[in-house]
């Protein structure tokens, strides 16, 4: 899916600015790697996270995993597309479990700019188990 395709134009400059600042509130004492997301939803709201780390590190929240809460705390919705970025703003691709949130809150063609190069989560997680698969079995 390309951008064209989307019902109105993604601001794509607004969200890396925005995933940008999200760093400044990063918690990454253990790794110091910063990360911030930022999402537009389907009703023009702007979402952001941050990574949270924890000493346990397999506790440690990504920033997509803040920004959904985000995304819940302002009323739902879905994203439709989002940003993540390191705290030099450098792009960062979504790890497998984000990968797998941003699919239950955004859908297959909600668009992803995780490594400077723009794709759907779809692409991204080619045959994701989503919400519409639950029944099946």
């Known amino acids: 899916m390309t951008e064209s395709a989307t019902t109105s134009p993604i601001p794509w400059d607004e969200l890396r600015t925005a995933a940008i600042n999200a760093t400044d509130n990063s918690y990454a004492p253990y790794s110091n790697f910063h990360v911030g997301a930022a999402g537009v ?36 919705g879905l994203l439709k597309a989002v940003v993540v970025v390191s705290g030099a703003g450098d792009p960062c691709s979504p790890c497998g479990r984000c990968r797998q949130l941003l699919l239950e809150h955004g859908g297959p063609d909600c668009l992803v700019d995780g490594d400077g190069t723009v794709r759907t989560v779809a692409e991204l997680l080619p045959g994701g188990f989503g919400p519409d698969r639950i029944d099946e079995g």
Not at 45 to 69: D, K, M
């Open 41 to 76: 939803t389907t009703d023009g709201r702007i979402v952001t996270g941050c990574n949270v780390e924890n000493a346990s590190y397999g506790l440690t929240l990504c920033a997509e995993c803040s920004l959904v809460s985000d995304l819940a705390r302002t009323g739902g």
